[in-house]
């Protein structure tokens, strides 16, 4: 069965920190593996990261995938209250698990002022 | 913000009570993806929809059912309502391409009292 593990579960920081999140995974027939932010209801995509894909950045945040070791980390530099949010790691299978996402439990990300 | 919408926004509903909830894709995506999640925990894969057939499903119960109708839109029916049925509910929406990110609706939150 597909896995998903992230920790912490819980990160509170202070304005200006940065924080490394973390994902790892098993998944059989790994195709790619994606990053959300969850502030109240709708997960907001991040990025996606696959084998040709193994680093992204946009502003603030960075992500990188180790596809020997089986993780990926979410980076987020200078952080700001706004970023406060569950950030969600999933893995999408191939094959016959085509499209399904199998999600971790979640980091809740508290940025204080 | 997504074009992926759904309804209603919240329910609550009694034990043994049927339901159903509706979601409409963003422009341009075929694949339909249903996920369940319960508070403090990460979205689990119920099913996906394709070209109006289910294309895959996760360990949900028979009584938990599906339609994609030709404009891509789609139903989620729980029949035969439990307490555990409590939760968010979410649509995704994706293409079809090599890889597809999946975008999330706002969710319909259900509670079974």
């Known amino acids: 069965e597909d896995k998903v593990v992230q920790s912490p579960l819980s990160l509170v920081v202070h304005e200006g920190d940065t924080v490394t999140l973390n994902c790892s995974y098993e998944v059989t027939n790994f195709r790619s593996l994606l990053w959300y932010k969850q502030e109240k209801k709708a997960p907001t995509f991040l990025f996606m990261l696959?084998?040709?894909?193994i680093e992204k950045k946009s502003g603030r945040l960075s992500s990188i995938l180790d596809k020997k070791e089986l993780f990926s980390i979410l980076n987020i530099t200078a952080t700001q209250t706004g970023d406060s949010a569950v950030y969600l790691c999933?893995?999408?299978?191939?094959?016959?698990?085509?499209?399904?996402?199998?999600f971790g439990q979640g980091t809740i990300l508290t940025v204080h002022p | 913000e997504t074009g992926v919408t759904q309804s209603p926004t919240h329910l609550i509903k009694t034990r043994g009570q049927q339901v159903t909830l509706r979601c409409s894709s963003q422009?341009?995506?075929?694949?339909v993806s249903w996920y369940q999640q319960a508070l403090g925990q990460g979205p689990q894969f119920i099913f996906q929809y394709y070209r109006e057939e289910e294309n895959g499903r996760g360990n949900f119960p028979p009584r938990f059912s599906g339609l994609q109708f030709p404009n891509y839109s789609s139903e989620l029916n729980v029949n035969a309502l439990e307490l555990d049925d409590s939760a968010l509910y979410l649509c995704?929406?994706?293409?079809?391409?090599?890889?597809?990110?999946?975008?999330f609706g706002p969710g319909t939150r259900l509670t079974v009292l």
């Open positions: 995704a929406s994706a293409g079809r391409g090599v890889y597809n990110e999946q975008f």
């Open positions: 422009s341009g995506h075929n694949t």
């Open positions: 999933a893995v999408e299978a191939g094959g016959t698990s085509y499209g399904k996402l199998t």
């Open positions: 696959t084998s040709s894909g």
